[in-house]
């Protein structure tokens, strides 16, 4: 079993480790979730057995996961101006988030997500993604120095400003920021599964440190700018699979948070592999991800060399 508390990370012999400061610039989505026995096809009816909302979305389970393995992580998000964006700030609270949220006004983007008995995830979504901006009341300073920082969603300034980061990381579905500010980020993750995250690295004026590509079960590819290739196999767990939904976010969380530490790309990448596992053990998006125990019990997140 995997927990799901935020008690904060260990050394490797067995003390607590400081917090580093660890932050994620990104977005929320309010999110309905249904479980079904199978997504309806064309003139079918399902009946769900279990329904529930609430905030989530890339930014939003790539946060909380970073809570649960650093102790803390600071949230820097854009939300609404109706009733669904003022739930979002302190429902994420609850999972103790430090979130600061600039208020747009314009609708919350929403998701509707079917979760099937085989534990895949179908997802509708309405509205546009709430990008943070430069131009936001948002703490953008304090990321100046912030030994790691995930990107989900910003725009060309906010990637800038979040460069001040020791360790810069996005997702691809970034791109758009990404390439307008001509940042070279250390790590851009994106999913070889994922047909709206094939990308081209001809695009970038300003090549990445790496690619990071997970493989789902087979693991994952670190492809460096340099032209060498790193692989890994994803950890066997024997445990049942729940669901999917958030596992890629809490990968990228994870390899963050590695890298936040100090530890190569390849040691931080098998982070990111335990919290999308232990993600697939939970009901929704936060309830099996993985916690610094679970990181001391699987013997990673030990403290780099030098």
Known sequence: MFGNGAEGPRKSDGQMRSPIRVAVVGHVEWA??????????????????????????GGAVAAVQLAKLNGSCLFLTAVSDDPLGSQVKPELERHGLEVCAAVQATKQRRAFVHLDSRGERTITTTGER????????????RLAGFDAVYVTAADAEGFRLSRAARKLVATIRAARGLLESGVTVDVVVASRNDPGEDFDLAQFTNPPGCVVRTDGAKG?????????VETWEARPLELRWVDSYGAGDSFAAGITYGLGLGLP????????????????QGRGP????????????????QDPPG
């Open 265 to 280: 790309v390849l040691e931080a990448a098998r982070i990111g592999a335990l919290c999308g596992a232990a993600n697939l």
């Open 130 to 141: 709430l990008t943070p901006g430069a131009g936001d009341d948002l703490p953008w300073a």
């Open 220 to 228: 994952g590819t670190i492809a460096h700018s340099d032209g060498t």
């Open 32 to 57: 309905e979730f249904a479980i079904v026995d199978h997504v309806p096809v064309a003139g079918e009816i399902v009946q769900a057995t279990e329904t529930w909302e609430e905030p989530a979305g």
């Open 286 to 301: 936060y309830a099996g991800q993985a916690t610094a125990e679970d990181l001391a019990r699987f013997d990673l997140a």
